[in-house]
């Protein structure tokens, strides 16, 4: 990848600068560093070696202009390559290819593999050598010294050196340099980001592979050639002759409740069926979370919200899932989940640790399957060059959620879901809050086992302009009278390559005529494991380059940089692409009832509400972060509750919340239903007041006429069942020993939440509060309240074993502690008894 040489005008030679004001210089200028260095003249290098009088001169150097880069040439180098490396058998014949590559002749001439650390593997200097051959030898110029035959390598090289000697001042003159032992280290680490890419993308060629396919997307990039014949031109497996997208058909759960019943019990009935999949290797730099106590930067599954982290409020939504399922048909039943991770972040890292902090979640070890997706380097927009942060090390992040179906078959994630009994999975993201929301999730994946469908989508309505994905039903013309249909995902980003208009579904509506992708999916795991086990680019569904925003990086010398640029990124809900239904002749209305793929819809607040960016200060808007989606989760329980005629106060709009906090908190834990009509038939009349706070963290409640004005709090600490030794671990029991609370005709005033304080941390659930009447049950122990005030702050904290009955005496209140008899140890003196009743579920309160 040859650039001109720049045209210099060489300034008097100074002594008066030595290398602690250059590196003062590096660090207040905002140039690159190849830009800063670029910016001083050379002395003769010898001259280097000399400490006491080697100084240079920060006068600028004119450029000349440089050339613009050549992409057909540069693939036509590339796709000549991959074909050779393609055709050589072995590593041995694969390194003679690359040996005979001009740019690695270049840039080992003269050094054989002596410029690389001792003790490379031969794959390991395949790797290295696949680097300069796709035009990044840029990433190894900083150690290696002397000079490259390229046109202006003598230069470029200098500079590197200059800028080596400079850092490493202190040891010249002390005899001869070694590869240092830091840069060893950050080798070993380019040395493994290489391998993974080599090994993730050996599908479409390795690291080759990657760089002709972010050639190829960077070309479609550029306006003259953004038309369907040069996607064509590129992609010969196109061969339909146009292309349409359809707002696709689906069910409305909000509007078809009875099909919805009936679906999410096909769903309840499949749990044993069913895995879970979360995709969590994002790095989630908009979140900007830090660890307070390292200063370490966090990946989204850490964000503290509500109490706890996002990934264990997935955990919290499948165990509610679970018990329901025990409530129903008196069996346990454990989901298998697979987590891709990433190292972004320590992502991975972390994760696993929380895991085995949390035991688990009570679930075994056995249960969770943890797979780590690799990252991928960013590059320049201008010419696809990748980015570096520091010597050896490129800027690098993950490569989107759609390696997960390639990475799945590489780690026999599919199998260790069969050797469980699993034929479907749910996919959720760890941001969306509210996904599993009443009988969305459970809806969804019910009508895919129950109809044997491929893939599924959860939609809602979408503003227009919002930056969210949108789902579509494509319809596809090819020739010999062949006609595809299916529903897929369109990213925002890529709606003007393809013509979409963001149109109002109405004039003068906001709503835009599309649905939004909310990336919660059904998918069938032996159709999925199909697409991932294929060996060619179809293995990396919906692969795209987005080059909307800059990349933001900081330097070893801590300078901020922004370039234009991206990386490669696939996405998971495109796997829907390879689920097309084909025809004879043209369908249209109805065709959605006979694919393989389906959609159902429902209120936007049960489907999406994501905490994925930091809130900026003084901003207005909510949307996707951690307070709107706060906001979300109270209306959805204010909605609830209002259908129990709980009376509640009218929640005021956005900007009420951003001048006073919300109108009041509710925070109710899953297992309460999750399905609605579960949760609707614990809670019956009384009222919330504005200002109040409401925190239920129990599943064996009953609310009858209670009026609430302040705070009220009750944590179970068996919310669900108890833990139970099995082996080395400790595995929830569902139904077992249970913590219980009763309250019935009950009123409680207190001063509650202090909402003038500003500590207050709403979405993290960080409040200062006045006062607070506080329900504590250890174990299995019970409480009840009936027929009485409780004025002011009390705690009331039951031991395990004991039930605690609060009611109004003649001087005040009557506290009654007793134990549980013992033959009610396990069940509890009443428990709600779920049962069925045509496609609804029906609560009856069993007092012993």
Known sequence: MAHAAPSLRHPPLSTSTCPRSFHSFLRQTHLPLRQCLSSVSLLSLSSLTQPTTACVSTVPIEYAPAPEFDFVKELALLYSLRARLSNAPSLKQKLQVLDADSRVVNFFSGRGNSVAPPALQPFELFLLKCLVATGQEHVLLSEFDGAFESESSVLKSAFYVLADLIENWDEIGSGPRHFKEGNVATMKKLVKLLGDIEKFYDCIGGI???????????????????????????????????????????????????????????????????????????????????????????????????????????????????????????????????????????????????????????????????????????????????????????????????????????????????????????????????????????????????????????????????????????????????????????????????????????????????????????????????????????????????????????????????????????????????????????????????????????????????????????????????????????????????????????IGDNSKYLNTGPTFIILLHPALGPLWEVSRQKFHGGSISEGSELLLEVAEFLWGDVQLEGSLIVIAENIMGSMRVNGNERILQYGQRCGRCKLQNVRILNKGIDWKSNENVYWKHELKRHETCKVILHGNAEFEATNVMLQGSHLFEVPDGHKLQVTQGSSGLEVKLGSIKKDMMDCGSWFWKYKLKGTHIQLEMVEL
Not at 476 to 485: A, C, L, M
């Open 208 to 650: 080759v592979g990657y760089q002709i396919m972010v050639l190829e997307l960077l070309l479609q990039s550029k306006p003259e050639n953004q038309t369907m014949s040069w996607s064509r031109l590129l992609n010969d497996s196109t061969d339909y002759q146009f292309k349409e997208f359809l707002v696709p058909a689906g069910v409305d759960l909000s509007e078809n409740r009875e099909y919805a019943s009936l679906a999410a019990l096909w769903g309840i009935e499949g749990l044993l069926q069913l895995g879970e999949v979360y995709p969590l290797g994002g790095s989630g730099d908009r979140l900007g979370l830090v660890d307070s106590s390292t200063g370490e930067c966090l990946p989204a599954a850490m964000l503290p919200y509500c109490g706890r982290t996002l990934l264990e409020g997935l955990i919290r939504d499948l165990q509610a899932r679970e018990y329901l399922y025990y409530k129903l048909y008196g069996e346990q039943c454990i989901t298998p989940v697979a987590i891709m991770t990433s190292s972004a972040k320590k992502n991975h890292e972390r994760i696993k640790d929380l895991g085995e902090r949390m035991e688990w979640f009570g679930r075994g070890r056995i249960n969770f399957k943890l797979f780590e997706q690799p990252l991928v380097p960013a590059i320049r927009a201008e010419d696809g060059q990748w980015l570096v942060n520091e010597p050896f090390s490129l800027v690098s992040k993950p490569g989107g959620h759609g390696a997960l179906w390639k990475l799945a078959y590489d780690k026999g994630v599919f199998q260790w879901f069969y050797n469980h009994g699993r034929k479907g999975v749910t996919v959720r993201q760890v941001s969306n809050v509210v996904a599993a929301t009443d009988v969305t999730l459970l809806a969804l994946a019910g009508i895919g086992l129950h109809h044997g469908k491929k893939l599924g989508f959860a939609s809602c309505r979408r503003e227009i302009g919002a930056t969210e994905g949108i789902n579509v039903l494509v319809e596809q013309k090819h020739s010999k009278d062949r006609w595809t249909y299916g529903l897929t995902c369109i990213e925002y980003t890529e709606f003007e390559k393809l013509g979409i208009k963001d149109s109002p579904i109405s004039p003068g509506s906001l709503q835009a005529e599309f649905p939004a992708n909310t990336n919660i999916l059904y998918v069938d795991l032996a159709s999925a494991e199909k697409v991932g086990a294929s060996k060619n680019a179809s293995c990396l569904p919906g692969l795209v380059l987005n080059l909307k925003k800059p990349v933001i990086f900081v330097d070893h010398f801590g300078i901020r940089h922004s370039v234009s640029g991206g990386r490669l990124e696939c996405t998971m809900q495109n796997i829907a692409d390879h689920f097309l239904n084909a025809y004879s002749t043209r369908r249209r209305k109805g065709v959605e009832d006979e694919l393989d793929t389906f959609i159902v819809y429902n209120e936007r607040r049960k489907v999406t509400s994501s905490a994925k960016r930091k809130r900026r200060h003084m901003e207005k808007s909510l949307h996707q972060t951690p307070d709107g989606s706060l906001l979300d989760l109270i209306r959805n329980a204010s909605d609830l509750l209002s259908q129990c005629n709980v009376k509640i106060p009218k």
